[in-house]
């Protein structure tokens, strides 16, 4: 048996539960009395329901009932009861509320039947009329209409006021470069369906797998919209199959399926289609000037940086976008500004690396441009404007190891043998680019808390209301507290996803290994500190006068760290003690008087290269190179996994991902996985992941930096730059489809 210890490659601990099938999706849980339900979404983008007729689907013999705005009970009526944890500011959607429709798919029925087959026949069955009202959703015509995003997001910082005088700078900078960028909506399109199963209990109280990030957030959204005491709600939700964001909220099957097990006082389930699933949230259409000046030698004089992005017309979705421009190089003179423009859609959600996805899809572009223009090596061109601290808030950073990262990422992909013009590298047919970008991200620390039970046969039980949707936290938390304790990982049991367990942060942000991860690490200590004490009353004790500093847990035991002798077993303190169990429970809260006098980012350099055939302007990435620096690494494989899972959707991003409107309709039409493109198999070549050391003592007490983001940060921007040292075509529009380059 291996001792637990971070910074070991372990396989995931729920490895086999999730390949066997024995892992259970908020989809899958069920009860005696179960019954489906199965949405009907509206037909037209905006307007209102005239008249809805639900008789013939009533009539088919198991369909029990319809639920629609015309019997739906009167709920909460305060937006501040339907606005959940991450909600941004406005009026969040209120399911079978009334008749006013806001964009198309909103759910206007809800059927339910003794079967999913049942519920889904029926549904199509269910007539509605409507009036329709004129919609919009092309982002240029209201382009016009930005404004700034009403307050409410947890997360959101407005960017930082102008440094210097930027507007100026640029006109009298001897070079420039100004371009508009652009990428389409982006859905994230999980693997797991959004799903909802309610289980009323006999005392009338739900248990509800909820396909969520953060089961406080969906349990405290039900408490407020339903009315219900938190001790009436258990949210349960110990897997989830890929949120990248789209869990961060409750969607709106939850308020369905919740909605229908109060009235029916029945077990239900409401999971939506894979076409559904374009009608909850997305990455948001943004369009973003920037505009660079500076001297001949490569140094940035000025640095201009616009973006607008959509929102729904009732609520204010914001990111990010522009702030790292801010941050990421050296420049005296900056002006950086965002705003968010209303489409008859619903309202945008975080998608993977919110915000920081998008601004560095046109910073990083916008910089290989300039590098263009002076004749200037793209990567020497950074490293000429690398910011050794954080101008726009005037602190150091906590760490940056991002020079480490572009030296053994270019060594590592051979970047000195780049030809520097573009059209210079071909193999036949194919003609060769070489490109390569920055990526950034926060380092962020949540207050949590988890709970451990240690008991005499040396087994370890660890918890936390925390989630898992697929980065490793299982095994991560387990090596902390394996290790910690000095027990194999095998003797550790982590539990997660469970409102009845203690709080943590919504799993997002890129922040759990770091919350959690600390929460997991102070509950630890606290037993530490009582193995000590209890091993200090041993007779003979050689503890005596020690404190923690002076010990270490090795091999389920305790010894001194300055001595010879075999650990002293945890079995023979406790046995000693008399006790049969010790349990503790811990709060980890950030330092902010210390964290808030730095700047912690995780960062990036990647490497690409693509082949692009003349011929037919098709576009195959053949190399990819992904260098970073997130601080302490716990374990090389579930970080690696982080990393090729963002550079994939990266690629995605870049080459094929597009989430298309027909703007007659007002509705997203490719909504399935045949015709919404990702990257199969065989578009994606092998990753070379490196992390590169990095200490970071202010982040958190783990020195950890949060991985699920970072991977995906700069990827569309280093393909792009690939594409134009390759074809000399600059494409500014993702994505980059054969049509754009023929
Ligand atoms: Mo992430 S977009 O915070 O799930």
């Known amino acids: 048996m291996t001792t637990g210890k971070t910074g070991a490659p372990h396989d995931r601990v729920d490895g086999r539960a999730k390949v066997t099938g024995q892992a259970r999706y908020a989809g899958e849980f069920t009860a005696p009395d179960l019954v489906h339900g199965f949405v009907v979404g509206s037909a037209i983008a905006r307007g ?57 798919g909103q759910p206007v029925a809800l059927v339910i ?33 930005a404004h700034e995003p009403a ?43 959004h799903a909802t199963t309610v289980i009323v209990e006999a005392d009338g109280s739900l248990t509800i797998h909820d396909k969520t990030q953060g089961v406080s957030n969906s349990r405290d959204y039900v408490c407020k919209v339903f009315g219900l005491a938190s001790d009436q709600v258990r949210v349960v939700t110990p897997f989830v199959g890929g949120g990248f964001g789209s869990g961060l909220r ?3 099957q939850l308020f369905l399926a919740v909605l229908a097990a109060r009235e029916l006082r029945r077990s239900v389930r409401v999971v939506l289609s894979r076409q559904q699933m374009f009608t909850i949230g997305y990455r948001p259409w943004t369009r973003q000037r920037v505009a660079l000046g500076a001297e001949r030698d490569g140094r940035l004089c000025a640095l201009i940086h616009e973006a607008v992005g959509n929102t729904s017309r009732f609520e204010d979705y914001c990111e990010n976008v522009v702030p790292w421009s801010g941050v990421l190089y050296e420049c005296p003179n900056t002006r950086l500004e965002y705003g968010v423009a209303a489409l008859d859609l619903y309202t945008p959600i975080d998608a993977r690396a919110p915000g920081a996805v998008t601004g560095l899809w046109a910073l990083e572009s916008a910089i290989d441009e300039l590098a263009d223009a002076l004749d200037i090596d793209p990567l020497a061109l950074r490293l000429k404007n690398y910011a050794e601290e954080d101008q726009d808030h005037r602190r150091p950073f906590s760490s940056k190891a991002l020079r480490d990262c572009y030296r053994e990422g270019a060594a590592r992909f051979g970047w000195h043998r780049r030809s520097l013009a573009a059209r210079s590298m071909r193999e036949g047919a194919l003609q060769i680019g070489w490109g390569m970008a920055t990526g950034i991200w926060e380092a962020q620390q949540a207050p949590s808390q988890a709970k451990a039970l240690l008991t005499a046969d040396g087994r370890l039980h660890v918890a936390s209301a925390s989630g898992e949707i697929g980065p490793g936290t299982y095994t991560i938390m387990s090596q902390i507290a394996a290790e910690q304790l000095g027990l194999p990982l095998a003797a550790v049991r982590f539990e997660l996803g469970d409102t009845a367990l203690p709080p943590a942060m919504i799993q997002g942000g890129s922040a759990t290994a770091s919350s959690v991860g600390s929460a997991v690490l102070a509950v630890c200590r606290a037993l530490q500190h009582t193995l000590l004490k209890l ?176 991977g995906i940060v700069g990827v569309a921007a280093a393909i792009a730059n690939a594409v134009f040292h390759a074809t000399g075509r600059r494409i500014r529009e993702l994505p980059i489809t054969l049509d754009k380059l023929l």
């Open 48 to 104: 209102k329901i005239m008249r809805i007729d639900a008789a013939e689907a009533l009539a088919l013999p198991g369909v029990l009932q319809v639920y629609t705005h015309e019997n739906t009970p009167r709920l909460a009526w305060r937006d501040r009861s339907w606005r959940d944890m991450v909600a941004p500011g406005g009026s969040p959607l209120r399911p079978l509320h009334d008749a006013e429709i806001q964009f198309s």
């Open 535 to 710: 091993a200090q009353a041993l007779p003979d004790s050689p503890f005596g006068g020690r404190t923690l500093e002076d010990v270490e847990f090795v091999d389920r035991g305790l010894r001194l760290r300055s001595g010879v002798a075999p650990a002293v077993p945890i079995a023979a303190i406790m046995r000693h003690a008399g006790l049969g169990s010790i349990a503790e429970q811990a709060t980890a809260i950030p330092d902010l008087a210390r964290q808030s006098r730095y700047t912690s980012n995780a960062h990036s350099a990647v490497f690409v290269e693509v082949a692009v055939d003349e011929a037919l302007g098709t576009v195959t990435v053949r190399r990819v190179v992904s260098a970073v620096a997130g601080g302490r690494i716990l374990n090389p494989k579930t970080a690696r996994s982080q990393i090729l899972g963002g550079v994939v959707w990266g690629i995605g991003m870049a080459l094929a991902e597009h989430s298309m409107l027909d703007h007659g309709l007002g509705r997203f039409v490719n909504h399935n996985l045949g015709e919404y493109h990702v990257p199969v198999h065989a578009d994606v070549p092998a990753i070379d992941v490196v992390f590169v050391e990095e200490r970071d003592d202010v982040v958190n007490p783990l020195g950890v930096k949060g991985l699920g983001e970072i």
């Open 151 to 193: 307050r409410g997001k947890k997360g959101y910082t407005p960017p930082p006021k102008p440094r210097g005088r930027a507007d100026e700078a640029l006109a009298a900078a001897p070079v420039r470069v100004e371009a508009t960028y652009e990428h389409p909506p982006l859905h994230h399109n999980p693997m797991e369906p």
């Open 113 to 145: 039947a003794e079967s999913f087959e049942l519920a889904r026949e029926a549904a199509g069955l269910v007539k509605v009329d409507y009036e329709a009202a004129p919609h919009e959703t092309r982002l240029a015509e209201v382009e016009a209409e």
């Open 250 to 252: 409750p969607q709106y």
